[in-house]
């Protein structure tokens, strides 16, 4: 997000609305917008890839959860209650490799869904009776390779130096995901998935599919086909032609403080922004069943970037939205910037996780939970 044009001038609730802000208009009581929140790292594009986790894969080692985001760790929590512990939907040919926000605790990235199509018949479309038992043998099949892998793995640990039996623990543990896994696939394989809302979408471009992507997340949350999505629209598929400028995106946000390509950019951001202000009237829309509120009110939807300043490739002062959750929202809130005084943007995953109903003291770099962000 363009800074100038996203961040109010005003801290509280009297802020003046910025023109990035402006489609959020609507929903001004029911979210909050942050500033000088961000993980205190370098590294450009790279450091991105720690924007859900707020640590970097060199560092991963040295924390007691490696690298995990913040949106895989509320799906450890959730496990087998719903068919999807999570959505991570992206494109995989983005910059830099593609869609890298989303990481397990071992340090492997989850590969993301790349469009509405294949979304869709994850969510809706039910394998025949057939394909079901073929489905079954194959658990079975992989299972015994699982028993196989350890059995022969656990005779190797004897051998090895202290060194070499640290790699093969992170081995066992990366095979103990594939189990839990493997389990979820068998719990859920005889279920009937829900009847689709809707015919099945076409794969456009990654602009025309951010509407339809958002529809499917929001029937996925309504359908309890999951209770963690994650969604990312940026990278190369990004077709800037869609508004009518010659540049592409990550060409825009090198704009070098050149007026033309700032307009470029902010357009680009704009149509983000209107989308999520879309996403947001959908979730109102939906009832939830049990209760007299809406799936927003009981949704929590955190929306931001891992860069600050695309211009200046800097990770600090992210753009950070939170709408939902049940919070007195409504607010700028504006943190320190004086780097002892310094909030950590974990210290807004850990709340949010904790709302959530994880039960831990920590978080990636986190301090503490978020000061100010009180229920309503």
């Known amino acids: 997000m363009y800074p100038k044009r996203f961040f109010p001038k005003e801290a509280g609730a009297n802020y003046q609305m910025t023109p990035l ?29 720690s924007f859900l986790s ?7 080692k040295g924390m007691p959860e490696g690298n995990i985001s913040v949106d895989q760790r509320a799906a450890e929590h959730v496990g087998a209650e719903t068919r999807f512990p999570s959505l991570t939907i992206g494109s995989e040919d983005g910059l830099h490799g593609g869609c890298q926000m989303c990481w397990t605790r071992t340090g492997v990235r989850v590969p993301p869904i790349a469009g509405p199509r294949e979304l869709f018949r994850k969510l809706f479309i039910n394998v025949d009776a057939k394909a079901q038992e073929e489905a079954a043998d194959n658990f079975e099949l992989r299972s015994s390779i699982l028993d196989s892998v350890k059995d022969e793995a656990s005779n190797l640990k004897r051998r090895l130096s202290g060194q070499d039996k640290d790699k093969l623990d992170e081995y066992f543990t990366s095979v103990r995901d594939v189990e839990v896994n493997l389990e979820l696939d068998k719990r ?20 025309e599919d951010i509407p339809v992507l958002y529809d499917l997340i929001a029937i996925a949350l309504k359908t309890d086909s999951t209770r963690v999505a994650s969604f990312e629209m940026a990278g190369t598929n ?5 508004f009518g400028l010659s540049s592409g995106y990550h060409s825009l946000s090198h704009h070098g403080k050149k007026a033309d390509r700032i307009e470029g950019l902010v357009k680009i951001e704009l149509y983000q922004m209107q989308q999520l202000a879309r996403f947001l009237e959908k979730l109102k829309s939906i009832r939830e069943p049990d209760s007299n509120g809406t799936l927003l009110d009981s949704s929590m939807v955190m929306f931001g970037s891992g860069m600050g300043n695309g211009n200046a ?18 607010e700028h809130k504006r943190f320190p910037t004086e780097k002892i005084k310094r909030v950590p943007l974990c210290n807004l995953y850990l709340s949010m996780l904790q709302r959530f109903g994880v039960e831990t003291e920590t978080f990636g770099t986190s301090s503490g939970t978020l000061t100010g962000l009180e229920l309503a």
Do not use: C, Q
């Open 21 to 49: 802000l402006a489609p959020l208009e609507k929903h001004r009581k029911d979210f909050s917008v942050f500033s000088h929140l961000d993980h205190d790292i370098k590294g450009g594009h790279f450091s991105v890839h």
């Open 313 to 330: 490739h800097v990770n600090t002062d992210l753009p950070i939205i939170l709408v939902g959750g049940g919070y007195k929202l409504g």
């Open 54 to 60: 707020g640590v970097k894969m060199g560092d991963a």
């Open 188 to 207: 859920w394989a005889k279920v009937s998935k829900p009847k689709a809302p809707m015919g099945e979408p076409e794969d456009r471009s990654l602009v």
């Open 238 to 242: 990004f077709d800037t032609s869609f």
